[in-house]
């Protein structure tokens, strides 16, 4: 029996209801092998473990051939496999626990799987968004924020723009069609940002109770 941890939500990814003029437009979650390879290092801790095992089965070959090559070697090639099992399963419980949600007002961000925050970025709050583009089509959507906004990195991380730590930007990361859903966000901010808002405001000059266009 299969049993949703955020079934609570009244709305997959986001805390509460859209306002009836907000539309979802998508929804998705970082891929499990991207986000293994670009923020767990998985390549990286595989060439850390080819060394290693090298150097010990030829450490191994001098003393006993090829029996000694694989009695020297055995042991750190368990050591690579454990840890690559370790590494993709985290990177599973983080991309399984994730949910990016683009609608017509903003951005939202649900993340982490022990600390559950959603973050909610309006697109009048947003600067500027940098696309990280794969060769496999999957990338990583760096926001950048307007004002004193900050974020914790490590409360982010690994959804972070890499390399950014002082400074933090949230990101969509390593997600399928980057290039796809970064034209979206770009169309929808662009209708967003360009209808006026709306205020009620009173003033000297306007009478209680008007409401005036604020660009």
């Keep these: 029996m299969s049993h949703d941890d955020f079934a609570f939500e009244p709305v997959k990814g986001l805390p509460e ?10 929804q998705g979650r970082p891929d499990t092998w991207a986000l293994a390879r670009e923020a ?11 060394v290693i095992i090298g150097w010990r089965a030829s450490m191994g070959a001098l003393d006993g051939g090829a029996a000694g090559a694989f009695a020297f070697g ?3 090639a368990l050591l690579w496999a454990a840890a690559m099992v370790v590494v993709l399963l985290l990177a599973f419980v983080a991309a399984r626990s994730t949910v990016y949600t683009i609608t017509t007002a903003r951005v939202a961000m649900r993340i982490g799987a022990a600390l559950t925050v959603t973050l909610k970025l309006p697109f009048r709050q947003i600067a500027n968004a940098d696309l990280k583009l794969r060769n496999d089509g999957s990338g990583t959507i760096a926001l950048e924020t307007l004002g004193e906004t900050k974020f914790s ?18 990101a969509l990361r390593c997600i399928p069609e980057a290039a796809k859903i970064a034209a979206l966000l770009a169309e929808a901010a662009e ?21 005036v266009a604020a660009e």
């Design 191 to 211: 209708a967003r940002i360009s209808q006026p808002v709306i205020e009620r405001k009173t003033s000297a000059t306007a009478p209680a109770g008007d409401l």
């Design 153 to 170: 990195y490590l409360i982010l991380w690994p959804h972070a723009r890499p390399g950014h730590v002082r400074v933090t930007n949230p």
């Design 40 to 50: 767990y290092k998985i390549n990286w801790i595989t060439g850390y473990f080819a």
């Design 74 to 76: 055995l042991p750190y």
């Design 17 to 26: 209801r859209p306002p009836e003029h907000e539309r979802i437009l998508w």
